[in-house]
C-alpha cells in the first residue's frame, strides 16, 4: 500500500524544502510533511513512527499587508502553507466575504480531547519515541495545541472492563475508595506529559459515567438504573475524593460535568456504563448536594451541565434554570455531537439566548457509532473529516465555545471497548507496526485548535455570495484574525474576502479545509 514513490516524494520534499528554507522564505521553516499512506479513493492518512511524524508550526503574516493561508485537500495536501499579498480590489467573480471585527460573538475557551483506558492503552503500546510523536501531534507547538483534556472519573465503555473507585458493596463511608492502575498506568502519566509538551494554559474537565452499582436502583453499571436517593450524599463524597486524590498526584481540574449521559440510564438502548438523571433529580441533587460541596472544595472550579446530545436542549437546562440556586452553581452547557445532523443548531441559539453568561462547549464526538456504520474505523476516511469540519463549524457559527473530541487514540479496531461499542478516532494506533495514523479527522480539528488559542473572539463574517463555502471568522488574543474556510464542492473555487480597505482573491481548492491569517488592522 505505501509506494516507494512516495517515499521518494518525501524525501524529495525534505530536502527541497531545507535548501529553499534560506531562500524562498521563512513560511516553510521547520515543518516536515505529511508521510502519506493512502488506503484508496483518496483515503489519506499521514503515517508516524518513531523516528519521524510531520509538524505544523503557526507562522505570522510579517507585514499588514501579507497573509498566510494553511490548507488541507482530499486529494493530500496537509497544513500546505502558502502565502500572499493584498490587493487594493476585490475580484468581481466567485464568492465574497466580508470581515466586520466590530461584531462580536462567543468567546473561545479551546479544544481537546479525551484520556481514556483506552486511549492510553493505545498510546502506551507505541515505543517510547512514537509515543512522544503522538503527544507532540496533539499538544506541542509543532502539533495542532490542543489545551483541553476531558477525563472519565474511573472507567467508561472505552475500558477493558467494568470498574468504578469503590466497588465494595454498602461502603457508605468510602473507606475502600481508590483510584485505579488505570489512572497510574494510562491517565495520569500522559496527561502531565501532555501539559508539559503544552505552551497554553491546559484545562482538564472530569465526567462520571455511573456510580457504583450498589449506590443505585438497578444495582448494574449499565442499563436503566438511577442513584438512589439516599445516597445523593455519599455519591458527592466520592466525586470530590477523586478531585483530590488528582489533586495530590498534581493534576488539578478547571471544570467537573454533572455526569456522562444521563439519557443513556433512561433509554439505554446501549449497554454501556451510565447512570439516569431527570432534570426533576438533577435539581435536587445539584441544590442540597454537589453544588454547595463543590464550592467548599475549589470556588474556581466549573459546574457543566448536561454532558449530553442537542436535542435535549434547551428544556433540560430550562428546568434546572428555572431553580435559582441551581442556576447559580452552573457555569457552563456541555453538548455530545451525536445526533447533530438530525436536531438543528437553532437549538443551540435558543439555549445561548435563554442564558447567554453560560458558555456552550461540545466536550464530545465521534464517527462509526450507528448501528449502521458498517467500518467502525474508516482509515484515512476524507468524509469523516469534513464531518467533523462540518459539525465544528456549525457548532462555533451557533455560540459553542470549543470542541472535545472522544478518544485521543484508538486501536486498529477501534477499541479496546468492554461494551463492543466500538468508533473511529482522529488518531488510529497500529500497535504491531509501532506506528500511528493522523486521519483527515485530526487535521479539521487542528484547522480550527491550532489557530485558535482560548479567548479568540468569533467576529463577523457575512458573505455576499458564498458559492458553496462554509466559513467563520475570528480574531486572536494577539490581534491576528482567523478566517476558515470550508469548500465541499468537488470543484475549485476563487473567493474573496474584504476587510475594511484591504481585500484578499484567493483560489480554494476542492474538498478543502482552510485556515487564513492576517494581522489585524489596528
Ligand atoms: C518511519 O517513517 C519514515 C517516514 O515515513 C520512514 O522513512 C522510516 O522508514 C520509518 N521507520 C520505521 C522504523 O518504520
Ligand atoms: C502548497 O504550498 C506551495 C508552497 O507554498 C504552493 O506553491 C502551492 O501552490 C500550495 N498548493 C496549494 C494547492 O495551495
Ligand atoms: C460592523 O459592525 C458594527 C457593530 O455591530 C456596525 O455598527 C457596523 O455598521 C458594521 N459595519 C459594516 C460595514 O457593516
Ligand atoms: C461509617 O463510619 C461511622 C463513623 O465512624 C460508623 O459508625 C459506621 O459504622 C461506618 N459505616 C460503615 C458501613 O462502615
Ligand atoms: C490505593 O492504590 C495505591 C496504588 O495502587 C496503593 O498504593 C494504596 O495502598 C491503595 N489504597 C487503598 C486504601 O487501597
Ligand atoms: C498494521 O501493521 C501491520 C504490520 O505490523 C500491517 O500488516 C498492517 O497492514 C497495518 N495495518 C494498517 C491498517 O495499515
Known amino acids: 500500500m505505501f509506494k516507494r514513490s512516495t517515499l521518494c516524494l518525501i524525501a524529495c520534499l525534505i530536502s527541497s524544502h531545507q535548501q529553499s528554507t534560506s531562500t524562498a522564505g521563512f513560511f516553510l521553516i521547520d515543518d516536515k ?46 497544513f500546505n502553507k502558502t502565502k500572499g499579498m493584498f490587493d487594493d480590489e476585490a475580484q468581481t467573480d466567485g464568492a465574497h466575504f466580508f470581515v466586520n471585527l466590530s461584531t462580536t460573538y462567543q468567546t473561545i475557551l479551546g479544544f481537546g480531547g479525551a484520556f481514556t483506558d483506552a486511549a492510553g492503552i493505545n498510546i502506551e503500546s507505541l515505543s517510547m519515541k ?27 465503555d472505552f475500558s477493558t472492563h467494568e470498574y468504578t473507585y469503590d466497588d465494595a458493596p454498602g461502603d457508605t463511608n468510602l473507606t475502600y475508595f481508590n483510584l485505579t492502575v488505570e489512572d497510574f ?25 455511573t456510580a457504583p452499582p450498589w449506590m443505585k436502583t438497578n444495582d448494574d453499571y449499565s442499563g436503566f438504573g438511577f442513584l438512589k436517593e439516599e445516597y445523593y450524599e455519599v455519591w458527592t463524597e466520592y466525586l470530590i475524593k477523586f478531585l483530590d486524590k488528582y489533586e495530590k498526584e498534581g493534576l488539578y481540574f478547571w471544570g467537573i460535568s454533572t455526569g456522562n449521559e444521563p439519557i443513556n440510564g433512561i433509554i439505554p438502548v446501549n449497554r454501556f456504563n451510565s447512570m439516569g438523571w431527570t432534570p426533576s433529580t438533577q435539581t435536587t441533587w445539584i441544590k442540597e448536594h454537589l453544588g454547595p460541596a ?9 459546574l457543566i451541565a448536561l454532558d449530553d446530545q442537542r436535542f435535549m436542549l434547551p428544556w433540560w437546562i430550562n428546568k434546572l434554570m428555572s431553580d435559582e440556586e441551581v442556576a447559580s452553581y452552573i457555569d457552563g452547557i456541555g453538548v455530545h455531537w451525536y445526533w447533530d445532523s438530525w436536531f438543528p443548531a437553532c437549538l443551540l441559539g435558543w439555549t445561548h439566548q435563554n442564558f447567554p453568561d453560560k458558555f456552550i462547549l461540545a466536550t464530545e464526538a465521534s464517527v462509526g457509532d450507528k448501528p449502521w456504520d458498517f467500518e467502525k474505523v474508516k482509515i484515512g476516511s476524507w468524509t469523516r473529516g469534513e464531518w467533523y469540519m462540518e459539525d465544528i463549524l456549525e457548532d462555533l457559527n451557533n455560540w459553542v465555545t470549543g470542541w472535545i473530541d472522544w478518544n485521543l487514540a484508538l486501536d486498529l479496531k477501534g477499541g479496546p471497548n468492554w461494551a463492543n461499542n466500538f468508533v473511529d478516532s482522529a488518531v488510529i494506533v497500529n500497535a504491531s507496526a509501532n506506528e500511528f495514523y493522523k486521519q483527515p479527522m485530526f487535521y479539521a480539528l487542528g484547522h480550527f485548535s491550532k489557530f485558535l488559542p482560548e479567548g479568540s473572539v468569533r467576529v463577523e463574517l457575512s458573505a455576499e455570495h458564498n458559492g458553496g463555502i462554509q466559513s467563520i471568522g475570528f480574531l486572536t488574543p494577539d490581534d491576528t484574525v482567523v478566517i476558515i474556510l470550508y469548500n465541499k464542492l468537488n470543484s475549485d473555487s476563487s473567493v474573496s474576502i474584504t476587510d475594511s480597505t484591504r481585500h484578499m482573491n484567493i483560489a480554494i481548492p476542492k474538498r478543502s479545509f482552510n485556515t487564513v491569517i492576517y494581522k489585524a488592522m489596528t
Open 33 to 78: 510533511p505529511c508521510a502519506k499512506r493512502n488506503y484508496g479513493s483518496e483515503n489519506i492518512v499521514c503515517v508516524c513512527n518513531m523516528t519521524y511524524c510531520d509538524t505544523i508550526n503557526r507562522v505570522l503574516p510579517l507585514s499588514s499587508r501579507e497573509y498566510i493561508i494553511y490548507t488541507s485537500t482530499k486529494a493530500g495536501l496537509r
Open 130 to 156: 512514537a509515543k512522544e510523536n503522538l503527544l507532540q501531534s496533539y499538544f506541542s507547538k509543532e502539533g495542532i495545541e490542543f489545551n483541553f483534556g476531558r477525563v472519565p472519573i474511573a472507567g467508561c
Open 185 to 209: 498506568f494510562y491517565k495520569i502519566p500522559l496527561i502531565k506529559e501532555a501539559m508539559k509538551l503544552s505552551k497554553r494554559e491546559f484545562h482538564l474537565l472530569a465526567a462520571a459515567w
Open 294 to 302: 463543590l464550592k467548599k472544595f475549589d470556588p474556581e472550579i466549573k
